[in-house]
């Protein structure tokens, strides 16, 4: 089967050409190369550089290659950024993924796996998620991506399309094999920002807020392998292909940890003392976020293989350390 990834070299997009690749599929990869890099590009994959806002660029791909099924994961995801600059993911990911749709349909392609979010929960009413939780962004990123969510359901009504939105929870670490892995510019995450204090890139991680109603007062997040996001991903191609209805997953190990914690074990791993100096709180942020990923689990046969926090940061140690700079030489 021929599969487009939208965003193939971006971060969590690169490892799923990756895994669908090593599984023997036929991948073709679109990317505007904006935050994605050409070194995460697989070389055993076809690549159209370009933007989805284009519609003759996306048409084009559409009629060079029979696409199976679209893995749609085109669109900017920094949370701070989608604050002051609300309008530019509006017309990235909102338009985008509309002239995306436009052509899919046109072109009589049914079927779309997409990479949604967390953020479309805002502060949860309840601890782990489950998707049918209330839905209410607290930010501009979180809410254009549940508009994503939306346009996929009423052209699915529409036009017959059937889509898979899967829900992330934080997504970290790299490929096993030192390749491929995070290279975000500006770099936001907690565990790369941690990472940079054993590569010499920076003297001590900031922990932003120690006041929260945790265990230790710092936020609690459930952290994935980004590998094991990628195996959602084939798994959701496969539920598409076998004739099943749209549907919405969450992604995560349904444990949380605390900054304190996740500090705790990068010291651990990489043998560095890590200093942290506490901070206040960052706009935005809620106390926790932890997934039930039941769902997954059941109705797509999810069983993430690396939920183990030392292992994960572990995969990530090896990226950076082999790579401090990412992909630049
Ligand atoms: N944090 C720090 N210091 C830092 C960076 C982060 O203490 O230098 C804390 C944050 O306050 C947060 C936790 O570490 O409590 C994780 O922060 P990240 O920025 O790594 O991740 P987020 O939970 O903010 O964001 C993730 C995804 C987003 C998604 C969001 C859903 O990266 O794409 O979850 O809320 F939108």
Redesign the pocket.
Same mark, same amino acid.
């Given at each position: 089967m021929s599969i487009l990834v939208l965003g193939g070299a971006g971060y969590i997009g690169s490892h799923t050409v990756y895994e669908l690749i090593d599984a023997g599929e036929d991948v073709v990869i679109a990317d505007n190369l904006e935050t994605g890099h050409i070194e995460a590009v697989h070389p055993k994959a076809r690549f159209y550089k370009g933007d989805i806002r284009d519609r003759a660029f996306v048409d084009c791909v559409f009629d060079n290659e029979k696409i199976d099924a679209v893995i749609h994961f085109a669109a900017n %995801?920094l949370?701070g950024e989608s604050m002051v600059d609300p309008l530019k993911y509006y017309d990235n990911n909102v338009n985008g993924t509309k002239v995306l749709l436009q052509s899919m349909v046109a072109h009589g392609i049914d079927k779309i796996v997409f990479s949604s =979010? !967390? !953020?479309t929960y805002g502060e949860p009413e309840k601890i782990p998620i489950e998707e049918t939780d209330k839905t209410e962004p607290t930010n501009t990123? &979180?809410e254009t991506k549940l508009s994503m969510e939306k346009m996929f359901k009423w052209t699915a009504k529409a036009h017959g399309l059937r889509f898979v939105s899967l829900r992330y /929870?934080? !997504?970290c670490g790299a490929h096993k094999s030192g390749e491929i892995g995070e290279a975000h510019s500006p770099e =936001?995450?907690? $565990?790369p920002?941690i990472l940079q204090v054993p590569n010499n890139q920076r003297e001590f $991680? %900031?922990? /932003? &807020?120690d006041d929260y109603d945790t265990k230790d007062g =710092?936020?609690i997040?459930d952290y994935i392998h980004v590998t094991d996001l990628a195996q959602a991903h084939i798994l959701a191609v496969k539920y598409l292909m076998a004739g099943n209805e749209s549907n919405i997953f969450n992604l995560g190990n349904g444990v949380g940890f605390t900054?304190q914690e996740v500090i705790e074990t990068a010291r651990k791993v990489t043998g560095h003392p890590i200093p942290a100096k506490i901070e206040g709180r960052?706009a935005g942020?809620?106390a926790q976020?932890v997934a039930s990923s039941v769902k997954a689990r059941t109705i797509l046969g999810w069983n993430p293989e690396h939920a183990d926090l030392e292992e994960i940061i572990a995969s990530a140690w090896k990226w950076h350390k082999a790579h401090p700079h990412g992909y630049a030489k």
């Open positions: %995801s949370v =979010t !967390a !953020a990123y &979180g /929870f934080n !997504a =936001t995450h907690l $565990i920002l $991680i %900031s922990v /932003f &807020g =710092t936020c997040r900054v960052r942020d809620p976020l």
